[in-house]
């Protein structure tokens, strides 16, 4: 199986800007969770979606968004870049029933805002 | 507050020793804890849960709610277990949501 499949892997913005990334999950696993990680305050959940449902968010400003795609693929975007929005971000994907806990990483997105 | 707390951000041992990396955590309901490792160059991967009671590559780890910890042991470190490692506690009933600490590289000296 292929596994979690996140484009782009580098990018750089600019503040004020907006961003989106892809995540596609393992072939058959629903859900999808988003992570942001930076050397400060590690991997922070962002939000999981399972079946084009919002299921879990963390604590992130409003300007953080994801969705979920039938064929479960999922975006998130980021509006309104600041500095501090650099980071690695990760996608993880599961087979959304059970097996709590048992995350496929992707190798991640890294952004950069200048 | 849910939180994972990994004291040591540097660990450093010889290869053939004993290993012990700490994990303490804070929730209030019933925890389900894991750990995940990161080899150089490779994704992060689920190394182990406390609910499969398993060793995977010599590693095991105990659920020990008195003191909630959940410390990852292996009694003699191979050079290959050089790698970041996490702890990672599930806080939601429902769905995939983790509280990671701020993890431990270990390094396995020859």
């Known amino acids: 199986k292929a596994g979690v499949t996140q484009t782009p892997r580098y990018l750089i913005k600019t503040r004020g800007q907006q961003v989106t990334l892809s995540c596609s999950p393992i072939?058959?696993?629903?859900?999808v969770s988003w992570y942001q990680q930076t050397p400060g305050q590690g991997l922070q959940f962002l939000f999981e979606?399972?079946?084009?449902?919002?299921?879990n968010k963390g604590n992130f400003p409003g300007r953080f968004s994801g969705r979920q795609f039938s064929n479960s693929r999922s975006e998130m975007n980021v509006s309104t870049l600041e500095l501090g929005d650099s980071a690695l971000y990760l996608c993880?994907?599961?087979?959304?029933?059970?097996?709590?806990?048992?995350?496929?990483f992707g190798e991640g997105s890294r952004l950069t805002v200048l | 507050a849910q939180r994972v707390t990994q004291p040591e951000k540097l660990l450093s041992v010889f290869k053939g020793a004993p290993v012990e990396l700490k994990c303490n955590y804070s929730?209030?309901?019933?925890?389900?804890l894991f750990w995940y490792v990161q080899y150089s160059r490779q994704r992060l991967q689920l190394l182990l849960r406390?609910?499969s009671r398993e060793s995977i590559k010599g590693f095991t780890a105990d659920l020990n709610k008195g003191e909630t910890s959940f410390h990852l042991k292996k009694p003699f470190a191979q050079e290959e277990d050089s790698a970041m490692y996490y702890c990672?506690?599930?806080?939601?009933?429902?769905?995939?949501?983790?509280?990671f600490g701020q993890g431990t590289r270990l390094t396995i000296n020859p």
């Open positions: 993880a994907s599961s087979s959304g029933q059970g097996a709590v806990g048992e995350l496929f």
């Open positions: 072939s058959g696993h629903r859900s």
């Open positions: 979606y399972f079946s084009e449902t919002q299921r």
């Open positions: 929730y209030s309901g019933s925890p389900e």
């Open positions: 406390h609910i």
């Open positions: 990672a506690l599930s806080v939601e009933r429902v769905g995939q949501k983790l509280v």
